[in-house]
């Protein structure tokens, strides 16, 4: 599955995958594949495994390649981080959004203290 620029589509795989039931998705990609899934929002929690370690140069693979967020306040924020050590090296577990939230939002009727469901919001 491709979008219009040629990069995978992960919504429409994501969508596909849950339709057969299919709820958790482990991607271990290059830059491409992790921009594509970032940008798509379809990404909950990350696992970063790093080594005290350092390639550098100009030809050095970055996590997530592709347009980037242009913002600060655009940027995946990463919380309730965990990290885990592996002799030398170590790694960060952590949420971009909480997968159990619930999709569904009470809203405060304003004449009463009631609350209406909406499902989606």
Known sequence: MKSADSRPDMRSLAKRLGEMEITSLLIEG????????????IVD??????SPKI?????????AGGEGFRRMNEAAHVKNLTLHRFGED??????????????????PAPESRTGQIYEGV
Request: a negative charge; aromatic letters at 18%.
């Open 45 to 50: 929690k990350v696992f970063l495994y790093y």
């Open 90 to 107: 170590f790694a960060v577990e952590g949420y971009l959004k909480d997968p159990y939230e619930s999709r569904l939002h009470v809203v």
């Open 55 to 63: 390639l550098a140069g100009t030809g050095a693979v970055p996590f």
């Open 30 to 41: 290059g830059a491409m594949i992790n921009w594509a899934a970032l940008s798509s929002e």
